[in-house]
């Protein structure tokens, strides 16, 4: 039974600062692994995907690492700034991936 | 469409009445996910459909939710006698396939709010 833990759970950090999210999950038989931002009131935003046969992936500031062996993705932010302020969740898929199993989240807190 | 559509956007009820949520997934998507996600929770895995069947409902919490889809477009998400428990954001996604290989693409979203 697939398992995701997100650590920290929130995180307040002045602008500029570079972050480093951290997901765990229970099964590595996993094809791929998602990062979704989501605002106050509103739906997921996919940041990024992740294949098992990546390493990582990068968009804009963001990167994502995954290591199936140890059960481990980080999501990494670069210059953080305000509008970067959501909650990062974290989701991997169940065995048979025919849905997604999503970790509590890091609530991320960006001041000026 | 470009998106996946969620209907409505906000939902107030009373408790005891039946509520239907729509979900309109991308178009040529033939996987559909339903979510909750109850204040201050994480999100819960509800139902699965690969086209019209629904090869997993595991995640459904009672007998009073039900959901259909027709035509391996538009799905519904029926809630039979509204409790006040059941007052959470439910999200709709859909994917290319099942192996969701490509990726997973929420909807925003509908907030029922059972009074």
């Known amino acids: 039974k697939q398992e995701v833990t997100q650590i920290p759970a929130a995180l307040s950090v002045p602008e500029g600062e570079n972050l480093v999210l951290n997901c765990s999950f229970t099964?590595?038989?996993?094809?791929?692994l998602q990062w979704f931002r989501q605002d106050p009131g509103k739906g997921l935003t996919s940041l990024l995907l992740i294949q098992s046969s990546q390493r990582e992936q990068t968009s804009g500031r963001l990167n994502a690492s995954l290591d199936k062996s140890s059960g481990r993705s980080t999501l990494y932010i670069a210059a953080s700034q305000p509008g970067d302020s959501a909650t990062y969740l974290c989701?991997?898929?169940?065995?048979?991936?025919?849905?997604?199993?999503f970790g509590a989240g890091t609530r991320l807190a960006v001041h000026p | 469409g470009a998106g996946v559509s969620q209907s409505p956007s906000n939902k107030v009820t009373e408790k005891g009445k039946d509520v239907e949520l729509r979900c309109d997934p991308i178009?040529?998507?033939?996987?559909l996910y339903w979510y909750r996600q109850s204040l201050g929770q994480g999100l819960e895995f509800l139902i699965y459909?690969?086209?019209?069947?629904?090869?997993?409902k595991s995640g459904l919490p009672s007998d009073r939710f039900s959901a259909e889809r027709t035509g391996g477009s538009v799905s519904t998400l029926t809630i039979q006698r509204t409790q006040q428990e059941d007052s959470a954001v439910y999200l709709c996604a859909s994917s290319l396939d099942s192996g969701g290989a490509a990726g997973y693409t929420f909807g925003s979203g509908t907030r029922l709010t059972v009074v």
């Open positions: 099964d590595s038989a996993i094809y791929n």
């Open positions: 178009s040529g998507h033939t996987a």
């Open positions: 989701a991997a898929p169940s065995g048979g991936y025919n849905k997604l199993i």
């Open positions: 459909f690969q086209g019209n069947s629904a090869p997993d």
